[in-house]
């Protein structure tokens, strides 16, 4: 375990206890890469922040749940990835009701642009093409697959996230990876990006 | 040239790629041999450790700071199934008392009706009585009948004379 791992298990074992200092640090460690994770899974900007917002408040409610304070990375992105399917699950339902809540693509696409024109050029190229890669995978090959690179999370903790066998984990990681290999313009994106 | 036959195909790189312990020895001793194979290997990895890292300068910054311990929401979330149960409840009650409702009239609209046919009968009859009996008996006596059959007054040839001469 390295320092920065044993330095957020006690910041777990302290907010535990109910030290506000340390539940605000251990927020802040973990804000970017949750809201990172929300943002790439959820089309809007907003759902994305208001969800974030939604999963740390579950955090903090369920913390005293946590067995293994070593797991909280593990954790809270598996906590992270049910509010995500409750999502999508509650916007299937209310658009089968006629009522999505969708919100304007154009108020949309302005509250996402990026300040710089290069960057939001990028930024709507690689979501583009990230999207339309995510969607040529089977749904577990989607998930391992961002949770392994977009991510970054090691095999291990995504065999705690998903609650998967090893190997099964693998299975859909070189699947996921073999596709992206052959039958994608991101990984040409991504080659374009490197030389 | 030998070296070169047995560089990694396709599946065993993909394989390495995901995660180099399941490859097997021989296919390790190469790999750690073999500077092609290890090129390629070396610029897939990249590529796909890339994408953590464009995804990280691509998304936008949260517009909101989280701020641990909001109270009043929680307290409030909590009586959300409350409420939404003591809803259930008040539709239900209102379905009911509807359905009651409902039967009620529908049994007060069929005796209405009831009571109504009868007296549209009975005024029926009575129509139907001064039809045929317009004159009230003293009158009957009058004319020399009071009884129905001989009603009828018969208006003979020489009665009409006497009325009307030619």
Redesign the interface.
């Known amino acids: 375990m390295s320092d920065n791992d044993n330095q957020i298990t006690r910041l777990v074992e302290k907010a535990r206890t109910g030290n506000?200092n340390s539940?605000?640090q251990l927020?802040d460690y973990f804000?970017g890469d949750i809201?990172?994770m929300v943002?790439?899974r959820i089309p809007s900007?907003m759902d994305a922040?208001d969800l974030?917002?939604e999963i740390?408040?579950q955090m903090?409610?369920s913390l005293l749940n946590l067995k293994d304070s070593s797991l909280i990375r593990p954790w809270l992105f598996r906590l992270a990835l049910n509010r995500i399917r409750d999502f999508h699950r509650k916007k299937s339902i209310l658009s089968f009701f006629g009522s999505t809540g969708e919100i304007d693509v154009d108020v949309q696409v302005k509250s996402?642009n990026?300040p710089d024109p290069i960057?939001n050029l990028?930024?709507k190229e690689?979501?583009l093409q990230?999207q339309k890669f995510t969607e040529s995978l089977s749904r577990w090959e989607r998930e391992v697959f961002i949770l392994r690179?977009?991510?970054?999370l090691e095999?291990k903790e995504i065999v705690q996230i998903l609650k998967k066998n090893e190997n099964t984990v693998?299975t859909h990681?070189?699947r996921a990876?073999?596709k992206?290999?052959w039958n994608s313009e991101?990984?040409d994106l991504?080659?374009g990006?490197?030389s | 040239m030998k070296n070169q036959e047995i560089h990694l195909n396709?599946?065993q790189m993909?394989?390495a790629?995901?995660?180099e312990n399941?490859l097997t020895t021989s296919e390790r001793n190469h790999l750690s041999r073999c500077s092609v194979c290890q090129k390629e290997k070396q610029?897939?990895e990249?590529?796909?450790?890339?994408?953590?890292d464009?995804?990280?300068?691509?998304?936008?910054l949260?517009?909101?700071r989280?701020i641990?311990?909001?109270q009043g929401s929680?307290s409030s979330l909590r009586w959300r199934p409350a409420m939404a149960a003591g809803f259930i409840v008040v539709l239900l009650m209102i379905a009911i008392w509807w359905t009651w409702l409902f039967t009620r009239f529908q049994e007060n609209g069929s005796l209405q009706l009831t009571q109504k046919v009868e007296s549209d009968q009975q005024f029926m009859a009575g129509i139907t009585f001064i039809e045929d009996d317009a004159l009230p008996d003293r009158y009957l006596d009058i004319i020399g009948s009071s009884n129905d059959d001989d009603y009828d007054v018969y208006y003979d040839d020489e009665f009409l004379e006497f009325i009307l001469p030619l």
């Open positions: 506000k539940l605000e927020v804000y809201f990172r943002y790439y900007r922040e974030t917002q740390f408040m903090i409610k996402d990026h960057k990028m930024q690689f979501k990230f690179f977009l991510d970054q095999i693998k990681l070189y990876v073999k992206l290999r991101l990984h991504l080659r990006e490197e | 396709e599946d993909i394989r790629v995901v995660d399941d610029e897939f990249q590529a796909l450790t890339r994408l953590g464009i995804s990280k300068e691509l998304v936008p949260p517009r909101r989280f641990p311990a909001v929680r």
